[in-house]
């Protein structure tokens, strides 16, 4: 059972910029898809970003394309680098693993089986 929990959430000003951070225990990860989601209120689960964690490549939701970019740091730790914020990226931002599958990942959340807490982001205009 692999265990997510989030953090770097905050306030920031629509054009600002934030870096989200998921740390996974086991902090390795073999062979699946980690993806970050948000949820704004009184609205679905949207998908953000996902990439696997041993095949190339990464998906993006079309509101955050060209903005927000994912990747993993050297301690396997799950980034989301979010740019050019805008109000309407305002959410509770989770990361989310599917053990044993490949590329290409879904950024469907019905998808995944393993959620962290989530931590908020706040874009202020």
């Known amino acids: 059972q692999v265990t997510l929990v989030e953090s770097g959430g905050g306030s920031v000003q629509a054009g600002g910029s934030l870096t989200l951070s998921c740390v996974t225990s086991?902090?390795?990860?073999?062979?699946?898809?980690v993806a970050w989601f948000r949820q704004a209120p009184g609205k679905e689960r949207e998908g953000v970003a996902v990439?696997?964690?041993?095949?190339?490549?990464t998906k993006y939701g079309d509101s955050v394309k060209g903005r927000f970019d994912i990747s993993r740091d050297q301690a396997s730790t799950l980034l989301l680098q979010m740019n050019n914020v805008k109000p309407e990226d305002t959410g509770m931002y989770y990361c989310?693993?599917?053990?044993?599958?490949?590329?290409?990942?879904?950024?469907?959340?019905?998808?995944?089986?393993?959620w962290g807490r989530g931590t908020q982001v706040t874009v202020s205009s």
């Open positions: 989310a693993i599917r053990e044993g599958v490949d590329w290409p990942c879904a950024l469907d959340s019905r998808e995944y089986d393993g």
């Open positions: 086991p902090k390795i990860l073999r062979w699946a898809c």
């Open positions: 990439m696997h964690t041993n095949l190339a490549g």
